[in-house]
């Protein structure tokens, strides 16, 4: 019974550890598309911040017109169903 308890325990830790953050994973990837126009100083700034996870959130897949890649959408979705189950918590 022990040892499932730490199994269990290790795999949640695990894939908590999987889990795309803003700063790490979701940040690097809209920089690379977005920037500079939805950063600091660009255009589209005031109106939709790329810096805040908030804005991603309340767009979510509508991100994909400018990002195509398919690896960088699944860590996008990963990310958006994250904050969902976040918030229904």
């Known amino acids: 019974m ?5 199994l269990a325990t290790l795999a949640s830790i695990k894939t908590m550890a999987e889990r795309p953050t803003f700063a790490s994973d ?14 600091q100083g660009g255009k589209m700034y005031e109106k939709l911040p790329f810096d805040k996870p908030e804005t991603i959130t309340k767009l979510g897949t509508k991100l994909f017109t400018r990002i ?11 990310f958006l169903s994250e904050q969902s189950a976040s918030a229904d918590r």
């Open 26 to 39: 979701i940040r690097p990837i809209l920089q690379s598309s977005c920037q500079p126009c939805h950063f």
């Open 68 to 78: 195509k890649d398919e690896d960088q959408q699944r860590v996008i979705r990963e």
């Open 2 to 6: 022990v040892s499932f308890v730490l």
